[in-house]
C-alpha cells in the first residue's frame, strides 16, 4: 500500500483542446502500472478479500455519456484493453449506487421492499401532471405567463436543482422567496412545495425514482452512512474524473469524501467551460476542489499541473482580443492588436496546395434578410467542397436554430450534392411522420380512441405505410387523402360507449374506385387487411400490451425489405424504447393503484406523445461519426467538444448568443453554492450573460481550424432588427 501513498492526487487544468484528457491517461497508465507493481510485492496474493489482487479498484467518470463512451475507450487503448475498470457519468453513478444499496434505503426510509424503477424525464412529466391534476385546477395558480407544462416542468426542475446542489428539498420555498421575491402571490413557493413534497413520497411509495430523487436520497441518506461508506472505500481506491467543471455539487462530497479518507483522485478541469452551468453543474464550486483537504487524510492538497491553449487553431492567439472586442467594443487603431490572427479578410482568399487557406482567416456574411444569409452561407459551404474542403471539416453553429432554418439549410445543400446532419437533434418524436403514422395506427386499432384520430392523419399513415422510405410510396399523397374522404369512417364516443372504432372500409365502397390504381388499391388492401387481423387478435386478448402492435407494424410496413435512413431508425428506436418505459412504470403503477382501461393508457401515451415531449434518446448514447456538414446549436457542439477546420455562425446578430434560453432552468442561478442569499436582480442577469457569452467565444474561437464565417442579417426571421453584442465583432470584420 505505500507505493499507493505515494502517488500524489492531481488537478489538471486548462482550456478546451489542451491536452486535458491526454493528461488524464497519462496518469491512469502510472495508476495501473502502481497497481501491477502493488500485486507483484502483495504479501497475501492469494487473499480474495484483497481489492488489490481481484482487480484495479477505480472509478472512472465522465461528463456526458457521449464523453464517457469515448473516454472508456482511449482509456482501453491506452492499456491495451489489459483493465476492466468502472467507467459511468455522475448522474449515472448516483443512479447505480441507490439501485445497489436500496435495501439500506428501505431500512432508513421506512419503505416498502420492491425493486427500484428510474423514471425517464418524460413518464415524470405525465405523471406529475396526473397527479398534481386537481391541485392545479382547484387552486388557479397564479403564475403570469406559465402555461401548465412549464408550471411542471419549473416545479420538477427545481426539485433536481436542490438535489444536485446538495440543498434539502425543505429549503426551497425560502430560497426562491429570497432569490425572487417579485412574484406576484406570496403563497405560490409554498404551494410548489407542497406539490414536490406528495410527488416524491408519491414516487417513493411506488419505489420510481426520477433524477432529483436519485441524487437527493444519495447525498442526504446514503453516503452520510457509515456501512455505505466502508462499503465504498474497500470497492474504490483511486478515482478519475473528466470535465468536473460539468459535474453537479454533489459530486464534489463524494470526492472531498473520498480524498480526504486517502483515496487517490485524477480530476480534469476547464476553467472556460461549464457548457452546464445552468442545468445543474457548479462550475466554481467544483473548481474548489483542489484545496488543501480537511478530513482524517494527511492528503494536504492536489498537485496542480495548468495546462495553455493548443497553438493550433485561430483561437490560440486572437481569442481574448475578440472577447474584449465584444465584451467592450474597443474599436479604431486598438483592432488590429486585439484581434491577432483573426485578419479581416475580403475576398474568398487563394488556397495552398494542402487544399485550405494559407493563413487563418475570418470573414463576414452580411445580408438585410435572414432567408438570404443562409443562401449566401450554404453557396459559400459549396463553393469550399468544390475546391477541396471535406464535408466533414465544416460546422454550422447557431445560439437558437428553429426548424424552418435547419431545413432550409439541409434541403440547400442537398441541392449543392453535400451531405449535412444535425448534431443530438433532440425534437419532438411526433415530429417525425413515421412515429405519427404508427400513433395513428394505435388510435385506430385500439377502441374508445375516436376522437385522437382524423382525416388528414390518416391519410398520413397509408402514405408512411404503403412505401419505401427511399422510394415513392404505393399511395402516394393524392391517393391517400382520395382514400381517406372516401374510406375513413369516423367513430367519436359521445354516449360513454368505448367499443367504437373508426374504421377504414374497402375500397370498393365508394363508385369510382379504379381511380386509385392497381399499386394504391392492393397496398391498401394489404394495410386494411393487417388491421383487421390486430383488432380481432386484440378481442381475443392475444395482445398483451401496445408495444406488441408497435413492433408487428414496425416489422411488418418499415423494416421488412428495406433499411430505413438513420434519422427514421432512430426515431423508431426512441418511440419503442420509450413505449416499453411507459408500460413497464404502468404495470408497477398498477399493483398499487386502481387498474385504469388499457385504452385509456394508449389514450393518454399518443396524447403526451403529440403534445411535443421531447423523450430520452436511444441507447447507445452516440450516434458513431456521421459524414456531412455538421449543424447544432451552441450548447451541443461545446457539450460534445467538436472542432472543426472551419466554422459558420449564423445569426451572430442575434442577441441568443449571450441568453441561456433552453439551457438554463428556471431558478438555477439561485441553487449555485457562491449564491449569495439576495435578490436575484436584472443586473445579475446581465452580469451572467455576459460570463456566459465570454466562457461561449474563449470555448468556440479554440475549436475552430482554419475559417470562420460571421453569418448575419439585419433582420431576424420574424421581421426584428438584430443587435445582438457580437454585432462589434462583425463591424470590426468589415
Not at 584 to 609: A, S
Not at 693 to 717: F, M, T
Not at 719 to 733: H, S
Request: proline residues 6%; negative net charge.
Amino acid at each position: 500500500m505505500a507505493a499507493v501513498v505515494t502517488f500524489e492526487s492531481v488537478w489538471i487544468s486548462g482550456p478546451s483542446r489542451s491536452g486535458k484528457t491526454t493528461e488524464l491517461l497519462k496518469c491512469f497508465r502510472h495508476l495501473m502500472d502502481l497497481w501491477s507493481e502493488t500485486r507483484k510485492t502483495d504479501p497475501l496474493p492469494r487473499n480474495q478479500n484483497s481489492p488489490l489482487w481481484a482487480e484495479p479498484p477505480i472509478l472512472v467518470l465522465g461528463a456526458t455519456g457521449d464523453n464517457r463512451l469515448e473516454l472508456a475507450q482511449r482509456l482501453d487503448e491506452a492499456t491495451g484493453n489489459r483493465y476492466a475498470v468502472k467507467s459511468t457519468t455522475p448522474l449515472g453513478f448516483f443512479q447505480e449506487e441507490v439501485s445497489l444499496f436500496w435495501p439500506m434505503l428501505i431500512e432508513s426510509l421506512n419503505l416498502q421492499a420492491q425493486y427500484p424503477l428510474q423514471l425517464r424525464p418524460e413518464t415524470e412529466q405525465e405523471l406529475a401532471t396526473l397527479l398534481w391534476r386537481p391541485h392545479l385546477d382547484e387552486e388557479n395558480w397564479p403564475w403570469v405567463g406559465v402555461n401548465e407544462y412549464r408550471l411542471v416542468r419549473n416545479t420538477l426542475d427545481l426539485m433536481q436543482l436542490a438535489a444536485f446542489a446538495g440543498i434539502e428539498a425543505e429549503q426551497i420555498p425560502d430560497i426562491l422567496q429570497l432569490g425572487l421575491p417579485d412574484e406576484p402571490s406570496p403563497g405560490l413557493w409554498k404551494g410548489l412545495a407542497s406539490l414536490q413534497s406528495r410527488w416524491r413520497q408519491w414516487c417513493l411509495q411506488r419505489g420510481l425514482l426520477s433524477y432529483g430523487i436519485i441524487c437527493e436520497l444519495y447525498w442526504r441518506y446514503l453516503l452520510p452512512n457509515r456501512t455505505y461508506q466502508s462499503h465504498l472505500l474497500r470497492r474504490y481506491r483511486w478515482v478519475l474524473a473528466d470535465d468536473v467543471d460539468e459535474y453537479p455539487a454533489i459530486a464534489r462530497h463524494l470526492f472531498d469524501f473520498l480524498l480526504d479518507r486517502g483515496v487517490v483522485g485524477a480530476f480534469t478541469f476547464n476553467p472556460e467551460g461549464g457548457v452546464r452551468l445552468g442545468l445543474g453543474a457548479d462550475q466554481n464550486y467544483l473548481g474548489g476542489l483542489p484545496v488543501g483537504r480537511t478530513g482524517r487524510s494527511a492528503q494536504p492538497s492536489l498537485r496542480t499541473i495548468e495546462l495553455s491553449p493548443p497553438e493550433a487553431g485561430m483561437g490560440a492567439a486572437g481569442r481574448d482580443g475578440v472577447v474584449e472586442l465584444v465584451m467592450s467594443g474597443v474599436g479604431g487603431d486598438d483592432l488590429d492588436a486585439l484581434l491577432g490572427d483573426f485578419a479581416p479578410e475580403a475576398s474568398w482568399g487563394e488556397r495552398g496546395a494542402s487544399g485550405v487557406h494559407p493563413q487563418k482567416k475570418v470573414f463576414s456574411i452580411q445580408t438585410v434578410s435572414r432567408g438570404e444569409m443562409l443562401r449566401q452561407m450554404t453557396g459559400k459551404i459549396a463553393e469550399a467542397v468544390r475546391q477541396g474542403v471535406a464535408p466533414e471539416e465544416i460546422a454550422i453553429v447557431a445560439a437558437g436554430l428553429d426548424e424552418i432554418a435547419r431545413y432550409t439549410i439541409i434541403q440547400s445543400l442537398n441541392r449543392y450534392g453535400v451531405p449535412a446532419y444535425s448534431l443530438n437533434d433532440q425534437r419532438p418524436l411526433a415530429s417525425s411522420p413515421i412515429i405519427r403514422a404508427l400513433l395513428t395506427l394505435l388510435a385506430v386499432i385500439y377502441p374508445g380512441l375516436g376522437r385522437l384520430v382524423d382525416r388528414d392523419a390518416v391519410a398520413e399513415m397509408l402514405v408512411i405505410l404503403s412505401g419505401h422510405p427511399r422510394k415513392q410510396p404505393a399511395i402516394d399523397p393524392v391517393r391517400a387523402g382520395l382514400l381517406a374522404d372516401r374510406c375513413y369512417v369516423p367513430a367519436i364516443e359521445s354516449s360513454g360507449d368505448t367499443t367504437y372504432r373508426p374504421q377504414l372500409l374497402p375500397v370498393t365502397a365508394f363508385a369510382r374506385w379504379d381511380r386509385v390504381g392497381y399499386g394504391a388499391t392492393t397496398a391498401y388492401d394489404q394495410i386494411l387487411q393487417w388491421l383487421t387481423e390486430q383488432r380481432h387478435q386484440l378481442e381475443q386478448r392475444l395482445i398483451a400490451n401496445p408495444r406488441i402492435v408497435l413492433d408487428r407494424a414496425s416489422q411488418k410496413f418499415l423494416l421488412s425489405d428495406h433499411h430505413l435512413p438513420f434519422d427514421q431508425l432512430a426515431a423508431l428506436r426512441e418511440l419503442m424504447e420509450t413505449a416499453a418505459h411507459y408500460w413497464e412504470v404502468l404495470e408497477r403503477l398498477n399493483r398499487h393503484d386502481h387498474q385504469v382501461p388499457e385504452y385509456v393508457t394508449v389514450g393518454q401515451f399518443i396524447q403526451m406523445l403529440r403534445q411535443g415531449t421531447v423523450t430520452a434518446n436511444p441507447f447507445p448514447v452516440t450516434t458513431g461519426i456521421q459524414k456531412g456538414v455538421t449543424i447544432a446549436n451552441i450548447y451541443q457542439y461545446r457539450v460534445t467538444r467538436c472542432h472543426h477546420s472551419w466554422h459558420f455562425w449564423i445569426d451572430v446578430g442575434s442577441p441568443l448568443w449571450s441568453q441561456g434560453g433552453a439551457a438554463s432552468l428556471f431558478g438555477s442561478q439561485l441553487f449555485l453554492q457562491e449564491w449569495s442569499g439576495k435578490a436575484w436582480t436584472a443586473e445579475d442577469e446581465q452580469q451572467a450573460d455576459a460570463e456566459r457569452l465570454r466562457r461561449i467565444l474563449l470555448d468556440l474561437l479554440l475549436r475552430v481550424g482554419d475559417s470562420l464565417y460571421l453569418c448575419h442579417s439585419d433582420l431576424s426571421a420574424s421581421g426584428q432588427e438584430q443587435t445582438g453584442p457580437l454585432l462589434a465583432f462583425v463591424n470590426a470584420i468589415i
